[in-house]
């Protein structure tokens, strides 16, 4: 009749000569080891995920839990499990929630770069093992021109690759080429460009006496041509009117500055390096006296690459942040250019690199700089540095009519993941509180509001809108 | 007399070229001293070795503009000693890179000649097929390959074959022509005594037109074949990867040039032994009338 005695023995469910299992004892110690055993289940994260959303899916199924138990009873235990599987992915709901990096989708990669000290995060992480450790085995495709890896990733040739930072904006906006979702998972590299003048003008240091100039740029829909535009407009010069702009690979650069056809250039390093080095030129400016800390390359795919292969694009993404991670610190920078300046990377004299990267280098006017900040790795892909290059293609004229700066940036640039990422991997992740990925900066003392894009542009004087 | 001859044009030849190497020698050798006026200057150690011109670097050998004839052997040396190392993907020795523009030539020089001579036959004896076909090639022929680089590109999106692609579309005219030429032009007696005979259309071909068009025909394939090598190295330069004409580019990236003239050298002696081979089959295939 007593049901509530400590060994009830009354009651039909409970065996009287030790435990329900018959591996304890007594009843009750069998009860203690269930409590510990759930105890210890519960603080496993992983079972802890799985349980929970075993049962929220289950409780999903059945609202009412009197049915649930009604069915259970009238089916038994295993056929509900596996009644409910045939309808509801558990499984696979629960791998999905812990996130657990799965198997690698595609392990052969073929990654394209253009070779230029601005790609050194994606470079070195070849020959320094970062992608070895992510199990992937990658092939670096040295590219011709920046035209040629916009043709490689439109028409899937390359799995991923090195580009300047504006171009996949520009090609999911289809200008200059078919439209193609494209994302920028990293940035490459900040700073790290300059302009450089051919020797006969240096004592024409003012841009203002700069009319008739005819300078080189790498592409259209780069960092190069949107700080050399800014820095000349200005100096009150009207880029499209009072100078030629000419687009030309960087080792023609050189030949031309050496020619004569051309009378500076704002270039990737090392060829700025590669210009005093040769002595056909000297540095003017770097480019971070322009805006300091200014995004260059990035390094991004397709969407359709990360939808097909997310795993494979995760271990990219974390050998490629690794990389940008001991490119950032300048103990490494030597060990760094004497890696990719082999012929199979870079291919340039090792100095020419380490004074680019390191910083410390020959003007070309006779001195010897020390500017440490010169280049950096930051990998941070801030959406306020995609809506500032869309303000330029604006105010050139390379879009026309509305933009919709917050939509495309948040969605070109992949901020959230690499945050996540480098929260993963350790690293210091930028300030948690600018929680929007909009931070201010001043470009050549102008301040720049992301929130505020057209009064930005409608504020210059000289702009092709 | 012609063994004199032939002497005389030898010793002219190594005489000109004695000559222009002595003028490589004589323009070269000046430059380097003229070309550093930004060192003159505040010159110190620390500059001249970031400049390249310190004391650590002159094991460096650092070669600005132009290359001496002595720098030049020099590089040919140290590239031909090795040429089938492999370095990676971007960087392999002259060997294998000319073994890959060999391989992208070949390979669209067989599609386009397996097109061609057929083709060719079909219009040369059909006067209709001439003129209906007349207007696409006298439009297609003149279209530089690296015009065609593009639209390749984007449609066959692989570029190693839009490579043997240009290389077909641009060696087929040639071929295409002087088949056609050759075998309208088969003399009307020829073909009159095989109709006498009744020989089948099949026979006709080969035992008759095929024969009397061959020079035509091999002169047609030596001219595609010298356009052919033309073209890879420029479209090597284009697509990247492997390639002759990619060490060219890519040594041209480094400013090396040194590279860059001996890579040229060697386009230009693999060409001459190709338009040999062609000038040997032409021999054979000669027939006077």
């Known amino acids: ?465 | 007399m012609k063994a004199s001859l032939s002497l005389r044009a030898g010793l002219l030849s190594v005489l000109l070229l004695i000559l222009l190497v002595g003028i490589w020698h004589l323009s070269t050798a000046t430059s380097p001293v003229s070309g550093r006026p930004a060192v003159s200057g505040a010159v110190d150690a620390e500059y001249a070795a970031l400049m390249g011109n310190g004391p650590a670097a002159a094991t460096d050998k650092k070669v600005d503009g132009f290359p001496t004839p002595l720098q030049f052997l020099h590089v040919a040396a140290d590239k031909l000693a090795d040429p089938f190392y492999d370095h990676g993907p971007n960087d392999k020795g002259v060997g294998i890179q000319l073994a890959h523009s060999l391989g992208r030539v070949a390979l669209g020089y067989l599609i386009a000649l397996a097109v061609a001579v057929p083709l060719g036959f079909v219009i040369g004896m059909s006067p209709l097929m001439y003129r209906a076909l007349d207007p696409f090639i006298q439009v297609l022929k003149p279209i530089s390959p690296l015009a065609w680089m593009p639209i390749a590109l984007y449609t066959i999106k692989d570029s190693s074959v839009s490579g043997i692609f240009v290389i077909f579309i641009c060696s087929i005219w040639p071929m295409l022509i002087n088949t056609a030429f050759g075998v309208a032009g088969v003399r009307k007696d020829w073909l009159n005594v095989a109709r006498t005979l009744e020989v089948s259309p099949l026979r006709k071909a080969f035992q008759v037109i095929l024969p009397a068009a061959a020079p035509t025909i091999i002169t047609g394939m030596r001219i595609s074949m010298g356009i052919a090598w033309l073209v890879i190295v420029a479209a090597e330069m284009l697509i990247g990867g492997t390639g002759i004409g990619y060490f060219v580019w890519n040594e041209w990236n480094n400013l090396s040039l040194a590279n860059v003239i001996f890579a040229v050298l060697l386009i230009g002696l693999v060409g001459m032994f190709l338009d040999l081979m062609f000038a040997q089959l032409q021999k054979k295939v000669t027939y006077a009338e």
């Not at chain 1, 040739?157 to 494209?182: C, K, N, R, T, V």
């Not at chain 1, 869309?390 to 509305?402: A, S």
């Open chain 1, 1 to 465: 009749m007593k049901n509530d005695t400590l060994y009830r023995p009354y009651s039909a469910d409970v065996n009287l000569n030790g435990c329900s299992c018959g591996q304890h004892a007594t009843q009750n110690e069998h009860n203690a080891d269930e409590i510990r055993a759930r105890q210890l289940r519960g603080g496993d994260p992983e079972a802890l995920s799985g349980d929970f959303i075993e049962a929220a899916a289950v409780r999903a199924l059945f609202p009412e839990d009197a049915t649930r138990r009604r069915f259970l009873r009238a089916v038994g235990a295993s056929t509900a499990i596996a009644a409910i599987a045939s309808v509801l992915p558990i499984s696979d709901l629960q791998a999905a929630a812990l996130d657990k990096p799965g198997p690698l989708e595609k392990k052969d990669l073929k990654i394209g770069f253009i070779p230029i000290n601005c790609a050194t995060p994606l470079i070195m992480a070849d020959p320094m093992g970062f992608y070895k450790q992510q199990g992937l085995n990658v092939t670096l495709h040295k590219t011709a021109g920046w035209a040629l890896v916009r043709d490689h990733m439109l028409n899937g040739e390359l799995d991923a690759s090195h580009f300047l930072a504006p171009m996949p904006l520009a090609i999911a906006m289809g200008l200059g080429s078919s439209p193609q979702p494209m994302r920028v998972a990293t940035i490459q590299n900040v700073n790290g460009q300059a302009i450089t003048l051919a020797l006969k003008h240096k004592d024409n240091r003012d841009p203002r006496n700069w009319k008739g100039f005819k300078f080189a740029i790498p592409f259209e829909f780069s960092m190069h041509n949107f700080l050399l535009r800014y820095y000349l407009a200005e100096h009150g010069l009207d880029p499209d009117r009072d100078v030629q702009l000419r687009v030309t690979p960087p080792a023609e650069m050189i030949a031309n500055l050496r020619a004569g056809n051309i009378d500076g250039f704002l270039g990737p390093d090392p060829f700025n390096q590669r210009a005093v080095y040769d002595q056909i030129g000297f540095i003017h400016i770097l480019s971070k006296d322009i805006w300091n800390g200014h995004p260059c390359c990035s390094f991004g795919t397709s969407k359709g690459f990360i939808d097909k292969n997310p795993n494979t694009f995760a271990a990219l993404y974390r050998a490629v942040l690794n990389a940008a991670a001991m490119a950032r610190k300048p103990e490494s920078r030597a060990d760094i250019a004497k890696a990719i300046a082999a012929p199979n990377y870079l291919n340039q004299p090792e100095t020419v690199i380490f004074q680019a990267l390191s910083g410390r280098f020959a003007d070309g006017l006779g001195n010897v700089r020390n500017e440490p900040d010169r280049a950096d790795f930051d990998p941070v892909p801030w959406y306020s540095m995609a809506t500032w290059m869309l303000t330029q293609m604006k105010r050139w004229g390379y879009v026309k009519g509305e933009v919709n700066y917050r939509a495309l940036a948040e969605q070109v640039f992949l901020l959230t993941d690499a945050r996540r990422l480098m929260k993963e991997l350790g690293q210091p992740v930028a300030e948690q509180r600018i929680h929007a990925g909009y931070r201010k900066f001043s470009v050549m003392g102008r301040e720049f509001d992301p929130a505020r894009p057209e009064p930005y542009i409608n504020g210059f004087a000289i702009k092709r809108t």
